[in-house]
């Protein structure tokens, strides 16, 4: 038994709690920090008194597009339990996203889909856009974050994206229409060139870093679409062609999504009238979709997480409720 505050394994123990089912929870005292602990502390699952399966049937349902208070009537929880629980696993997003395998060579696609949350308020004023990042060929769900349509919240999915990409050798990052995503990713992600490799050609110093190209998919009025890239290229760096920029597997994503995520549907969802009620549903629902759900694009019982190499079998709802984070499955 390791501290899950301070790693220490001089740990002893300190008394029990029960949970509704009657199961003995041993509580645990660290020496090395003073620290309690019991084998739910740094998971989803702290604090509650909850089973784990009736949480982990909860999820289920939600993340298969049950409402919240239906969810709720199901299991003869309250709403406000539901609603708890799901803040719980969303709290927990951080250690359920590992960053893209190193040297790897990922597409990564950003779209927006809006909702209407709270007040009927015009699209651009409202608080209902997520902006989402998924990486085309595995379809990992990068990024989910919900807001008013502003610079901060393309500024913030767009830093989370580049973050979660960076140690990647290749990198193509196609958007639909929104400036907004390039003129971030270049504070972030241009180089300068040194004197001697600026050419002609590349008559600029600034470049994108050596492997990324950037590039936004115009829809024309009249139905015509046109690919125009965005900033130079470093020399070295190969240009994919424009068929590969326009394929795009987001819209798949965004139905899924609207499918299985109520607050996507219901005009008049009470619990998704906010904007943290929605930003705690799809984040759910990201996990859910990484780490559990097998993807039948992807080939027989595969996850997303799987497809781009992360880890080798799906887990299940219970270990996302109970582990505590990616670092804690067995290799
Ligand atoms: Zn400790």
């Known amino acids: 038994m390791e501290c899950p505050h301070c790693q220490s394994e001089k740990v002893v123990k300190n008394g029990k709690d029960y949970h509704q089912d009657g199961k003995a929870i041993q509580n645990y005292l660290c020496k090395g920090c003073g620290k309690r602990f019991n084998e739910r502390t740094g998971t989803a699952m702290s604090r509650l008194r909850t089973p784990a399966s009736i949480v982990s049937y909860a999820l289920k349902m939600r993340t298969e597009g049950m409402g919240i208070r239906a969810s709720g009537r199901v299991l003869e929880k309250s709403h406000t339990s539901i609603m708890r629980w799901e803040q719980k696993l969303a709290n927990q997003a951080q250690q359920w996203s590992p960053e893209a395998p190193v040297g790897g060579d990922v597409t990564i696609e950003g779209d927006e889909i809006y909702t209407r949350v709270g007040e009927n308020l015009p699209p651009q004023e409202s608080k209902g856009w997520t902006v989402v990042f998924i990486e085309r060929n595995s379809r990992y769900w990068i990024e989910a974050r919900v807001g008013i349509k502003t610079t901060e ?65 115009i829809k024309g009025s ?110």
């Open 153 to 217: 919240l393309f500024a913030k999915a767009t830093k989370t994206a580049w973050q979660w990409s960076k140690a990647s050798q290749y990198i193509r990052w196609f958007s639909d229409g929104e400036r907004r995503y390039a003129q971030q990713l270049w504070q972030m992600a241009s180089v300068y060139l040194k004197a001697t490799e600026v050419s002609r050609e590349y008559g600029h110093r600034k470049v994108w870093r050596h492997g990324l190209e950037v590039a936004i998919k």
């Open 222 to 331: 009249q139905g015509n679409r046109r690919v125009e890239w965005v900033k130079l290229e470093h020399p070295y760096t190969a240009i994919s062609d424009k068929s590969d920029v326009h394929a795009n597997h987001n819209e798949a994503n965004n139905s899924a999504l609207r499918r299985r995520c109520s607050a996507y549907r219901r005009r008049q969802n009470l619990y998704a009238k906010n904007t943290e009620g929605l930003q705690r549903a799809v984040t759910v629902q990201r996990l859910v979709h990484n780490w559990v759900r097998p993807h039948g694009g992807l080939g027989k019982n595969k996850t997303p997480v799987m497809a781009i190499g992360l880890y080798h079998r799906p887990i299940s709802m219970l270990e996302l409720l109970t582990l505590r984070g990616f670092t804690s499955l067995t290799p």
